[in-house]
């Protein structure tokens, strides 16, 4: 089992990043994927998660209206698209994979994303 993200880096305020996280190993289609961070000295937080076909997703009150999750199942390959970012998005962001809405059974190392001006 694989999950590799990729996408980071680091933008000014108010900029853009899509995040992406490539999947093998396992039955994408039939796992939730959801986006977590870690900022420096914090615990990880959920970021958004999405249903397996894509059609249910919840966000962190933090990132309602600025990012958008969504996923491609021919591609195994879930997104995190970003805007209108802020400093205190400032973290590295982890994919991860649950058979079930609640339970994480893959975990990705994770990339990072700076915010700075």
């Known amino acids: 089992v694989q999950l590799v993200e990729s996408g980071g880096g680091v933008v000014q305020p108010g900029g853009s990043l899509r995040l992406s996280c490539a999947a093998s190993?396992?039955?994408?289609?039939?796992?939730?994927m959801s986006w977590y961070r870690q900022a420096p000295g914090k615990e990880r937080e959920l970021v958004a998660r999405i249903r397996n076909d894509g059609g249910y997703t919840i966000y962190t009150d933090s990132v309602k209206g600025r990012f958008t999750i969504s996923r491609d199942n021919a591609k195994n390959t879930v997104y995190l698209q970003m805007n209108n970012l802020k400093l205190e998005d400032t973290a590295v962001y982890y994919c991860?994979?649950?058979?079930?809405?609640?339970?994480?059974?893959?975990w990705g190392k994770g990339t990072l994303v700076t915010v700075s001006s």
């Open positions: 190993g396992f039955s994408f289609s039939n796992y939730a």
């Open positions: 991860g994979a649950g058979s079930t809405w609640h339970g994480m059974n893959y």
